[in-house]
């Protein structure tokens, strides 16, 4: 028996042997950053200072001289953002940001997602155009916006593109693009969330206004930009992008103001709705409280109450805002729970969960699902399969909307685009990264699409380690399962997508184990022949009563600290357990 009833293999990391890390760096944390492929301690500055150049990005210049003009001449500018939390945070930067750099009219649209779907549509130029903007501005979306773009441009309003996601073979006719995932872009990393590059375009409008003496011939202060990083460092850790250099220095400087207090109203009431103490505020607590509150307004209802809450500077209403998201993730919740019982229900009359039945590529559909949450859904089955899932909603008109999620080693929107190549007819549209993408389709074709998306899927199966592991650094031994080290695990480094939180590893015996909450079990344990005894939980445990009689388990874990009532011990949070005794 295992724990989440999937049996998996816990390996060791593999350790780089060559590298200039110091020996004023904890014996730990060396082995830890090794692993993780830093060698040298330059890597590891989080300074604003080591951040490369805003001017690197391709199309800056020319976003920033319509920008000047934009400025200049008081257009009217609004921001056109995506419904999920890095839509949002990218709205809440471009607004302030630009409004802080002297542009006095600035408004924002942010699409409903059961209305009219993804990104700057047609549809939503009509909507845009209700408020006479004389620019448009995309944050988060708009790489593939090409009849958007038209539409807008065709009605005279200028169009300028912020986006991350990866482009297609056609780019839209916008005025200026700034995305680092263009062809020949010179950014160093293409890891930037959609707030990261409207950041930047911030940044390198300042340095231009700066240049041009702006601030003094307004008599305006030079505000700073570094105000903004609490909504930066929300939307990359919510968005899951790679934590590279950028992201972590990015991250990093966003948590530090929330933990000295400086921190906007409408993120400082979501933390606490979230139960969590911005003091000690790590980049986990945005990925996996934080965010999802503020997704629940795109995903069961309308962003821009998500929205609304981070722009408002009323502590007041930023808390009654707060409490609405908390209310809707409680509803969106509900929604996932039955939505996966019956997605491993359909798996189970498929044969799927038997691994000689399983299809390389997974698709699910249920005409009553939530659009809503079928991200969440194939993200879950994903992990449940351990191989690529979309999982599919109706989206009316004989539509259904698809939302994909896949494994390392086969690039997702790869696969959609083979398919729309080998298949003109059969998507209507897409878009996406290599593990997440979104996509459209009529119901009448979803029988041919889960075919070829099997068929795909297979090609690139045949190269890709399938065995479910999990990936540790080590034992640890008594003398390091102290608050000390848990301290210093969650604060010498911003651990996230690619550079992940430390994982560890070992045998124990079980001296206690009882169910809390319903589905969590709450374990004390101590090494066979040790002495210290540590407390530990399992999350979100399948039948936990099954586990009670445990005697000893081979566990993965993370080093935590538990705070309750103002104490503060270690305490393990299980990633994996299985039974020996």
């Not at 549809?123 to 790489?143: S, W």
């Not at 707030?195 to 700066?210: E, K, T």
């Not at 997605?343 to 590529?361: C, Q, T």
């Not at 809503?372 to 194939?378: H, M, N, R, S, T």
């Amino acid at each position: 028996m295992y724990y989440q009833g999937v049996k998996k293999n816990i390996v060791t990391r593999t350790i780089k042997k060559n590298s200039s890390l110091e020996g004023t760096i904890h014996p730990l944390l060396k082995r830890l950053f090794l692993a993780r492929g830093i060698t040298s301690e330059t890597e590891l500055d989080r300074t604003l200072s080591k951040l490369p150049s805003p001017w690197l990005l391709s199309g800056m210049e020319a976003m920033v001289t319509h920008l000047i003009t934009a400025i200049n001449e008081q257009q009217r500018i609004c921001i056109v953002a995506d419904f999920d939390a890095d839509g949002a945070t990218s709205c809440a930067v471009a607004i302030k940001g630009l409004q802080l750099l002297g542009a006095g009219q600035v408004s924002f649209v942010v699409p409903n997602r059961f209305e009219y779907g993804y990104g700057l549509t047609p549809e939503i130029v009509e909507l845009v155009k209700l408020q006479t903007p004389d620019v448009i501005i995309t944050v988060d979306n708009g790489i593939s916006s090409i009849d958007g773009v038209k539409t807008a441009t065709d009605a005279g309003i200028k169009v300028l593109v912020t986006d991350h996601h990866l482009p297609g073979l056609e780019l839209p006719a916008a005025d200026a693009i700034v995305n680092p995932n263009l062809p020949d872009d010179k950014f160093p990393s293409g890891a930037l969330a959609g707030v990261g590059v409207i950041f930047y375009v911030l940044m390198a409008l300042r340095s231009r206004l700066r240049e041009q003496n702006w601030f003094e011939k307004k008599q305006l202060p030079e505000p700073n930009l570094a105000q903004l990083l609490d909504y930066v460092a929300l939307g990359t850790v919510a968005d899951v992008v790679a934590l590279e250099r950028i992201n972590r220095i990015l991250v990093h400087q966003g948590l530090m103001r929330i933990r000295t207090g400086h921190c906007h109203p409408g993120l400082q009431a979501l933390i606490e709705v979230s139960g969590k103490n911005p003091q000690t505020l790590v980049s986990s607590d945005l990925g996996f409280s934080v965010g999802p509150r503020l997704n629940a307004a795109g995903r069961m209802d309308d962003m821009s109450l998500g929205i609304q809450c981070l722009l408002t500077d009323d502590p007041a209403l930023a808390k009654d805002i707060a409490l609405q998201l908390d209310q809707l993730n409680n509803d969106r919740r509900e929604v996932e729970a039955v939505m996966k019982h019956e997605a491993m229900a359909y798996l189970s009359d498929m044969k799927a969960l038997d691994e000689h039945h399983l299809p390389a590529g997974v698709c699910l559909f249920d005409s009553n699902w939530h659009q809503g949450v079928i991200g969440i859904l194939a993200s879950r089955i994903k992990d449940r399969v351990h191989r690529p899932v979309i999982a599919f909603a109706p989206a009316g008109k004989d539509l259904i909307k698809g939302s994909a999620r896949s494994i390392p080693g086969v690039h997702i929107r790869d696969v959609l685009s083979d398919i729309a190549a080998a298949h003109p007819k059969l998507l209507s549209k897409f878009g996406g990264h290599a593990m997440a993408a979104g996509l459209s389709l009529n119901m009448h074709d979803y029988p041919a699409f889960a075919l070829a998306f099997d068929e795909m899927v297979s090609k690139r199966l045949a190269n890709v380690d399938l065995e479910q592991k999990i990936l540790s650094d080590g034992e640890l031994t008594e003398q390091e399962m102290t608050l000390e080290i848990a301290d210093l695990l969650q604060y010498s480094a911003t651990w996230g997508q690619e550079f992940p939180e430390p994982v560890f590893d070992g045998i124990f015996d079980v001296i206690q184990a009882r169910i809390v909450g319903q589905r969590h079990l709450k374990l004390v344990l101590r090494k066979p022949d040790g002495d210290l005894v540590i407390d530990a939980i399992a999350f979100f445990v399948d039948q936990p009563e099954h586990w009670l009689g445990l005697r000893q388990i081979r566990t993965a874990y993370k080093l935590d600290i538990n705070e309750f009532r103002g104490n503060r011990s270690v305490q393990f949070i299980i990633q994996y357990f299985e039974k020996i005794v």
